[in-house]
């Protein structure tokens, strides 16, 4: 099946610094999602984006739904421990219930104290 | 938030055996929900649709008289692979939409996985 251009695979940062990562599609979406997988459990919502040119913070994090509705990217500041894990981007059409989200192949993301 | 949950969390079996996997949305009810299949360091690759009260919907080559989905609730889905072989073996995520509170859009809430490992 589709899917998204996610990078970078991997990040190995310092406990304090700030961490970029991206999604690129062919095709456009109409909701772009962020989510964070800890090892052996389920995706958890991040941040949702539903407008183009959206700019969403929760917390330490940003994120942004392209202009062209077809990429988005998601900021950290000030890394923790905590924030290691796999972080996927995730797009889909349509806000309706039915709507399957297509998964970016993620961004493991390693954090040194 | 909403949540959803997946019964058992791991599962080992032998090689030819069926094994069933289910989903459940605990708080709320889903007419729709979503079966993922994910290989150690790859991402989520949606597996099938599953609709309450009909048949589900499978993404290309997956084969459907082997994962079978029966939605027979709106808070209960289930997932069985049938004469599983080692090449099964992966962690299986559902996920259920939901109204957030306060918000007029889905959000897809995932459950916790099903590792199952044939040997």
């Known amino acids: 099946g589709q899917q998204l251009n996610q990078s970078p695979q991997s990040m190995f940062i310092q406990e304090g610094e700030d961490v970029s990562m991206n999604c690129t599609s062919s095709?456009?979406?109409?909701?772009w999602l962020w989510y964070k997988q800890d090892p052996g459990e389920g995706p958890v919502l991040l941040i949702a984006l539903y407008k183009a040119g959206e700019l969403t913070s929760n917390g330490r994090l940003t994120a942004q739904f392209g202009i062209t509705r077809k990429d988005s990217f998601l900021n950290i500041s000030a890394s923790i421990p905590s924030d290691v894990g796999i972080y996927f981007c995730a797009g889909q059409l349509n806000i309706a219930s039915g709507s399957r989200l297509t998964f970016g192949e993620g961004t493991q993301l390693t954090v040194n104290p | 938030g909403a949540v959803v949950s997946q019964h058992p969390s791991r599962v080992i079996c032998k090689s030819g055996t069926s094994v069933k996997i289910e989903c459940r949305s605990l708080d709320f009810q889903a007419t729709t929900m979503f079966w993922y299949r994910q290989f150690p360091k790859q991402s989520l690759m949606l597996m099938a649709t599953?609709?309450?009260?009909?048949?589900?919907?499978?993404e290309q080559g997956v084969e459907k008289d082997k994962f079978l989905i029966n939605h027979a609730s709106l808070t209960l889905s289930t997932l069985t692979v049938t004469s599983a072989h080692p090449e099964d073996s992966s962690f299986y995520i559902c996920?259920?939409?939901?109204?957030?509170?306060?918000?007029?859009?889905?959000?897809?809430?995932f459950g916790p996985g099903t590792r199952l490992t044939v040997l």
């Open positions: 996920s259920a939409p939901s109204l957030t509170s306060g918000s007029f859009y889905n959000e897809q809430f």
């Open positions: 095709s456009i979406f109409n909701t």
């Open positions: 599953s609709n309450e009260g009909s048949k589900a919907t499978y």
